[in-house]
């Protein structure tokens, strides 16, 4: 059974793609329904919290990663 990516607690790229496959589908019917300057710009400024959201998630799955990897590694050396 497949589980609901997480937005708080991000595990895996497939959380971080789905989150941002689905931000540029929102972004993308948004300005298709609504044109105008002042929704361009609230679109872009969704665009750049999701890049930041995106590069946030990615170092806390490599800092996980990491932390695994040494609590592997000592329980091995043992």
């Known amino acids: 059974m497949a589980r609901v990516p997480s937005v708080r607690r991000p595990r895996s790229f497939f959380d971080v793609f789905?989150?941002?496959?689905?931000?540029?589908?929102?972004?993308?019917?948004?300005?298709?329904?609504?044109?105008?300057s002042f929704i361009r710009l609230e679109m872009g400024v969704f665009a750049v919290i999701v890049f930041g959201w995106v590069v946030w998630a990615v170092d806390r799955i490599l800092q996980e990663s990491v932390e695994q990897s040494k609590r592997a590694q000592k329980r091995n050396s043992r």
């Open 18 to 36: 789905t989150i941002t496959a689905v931000s540029i589908t929102v972004v993308a019917l948004v300005l298709t329904i609504w044109r105008g």
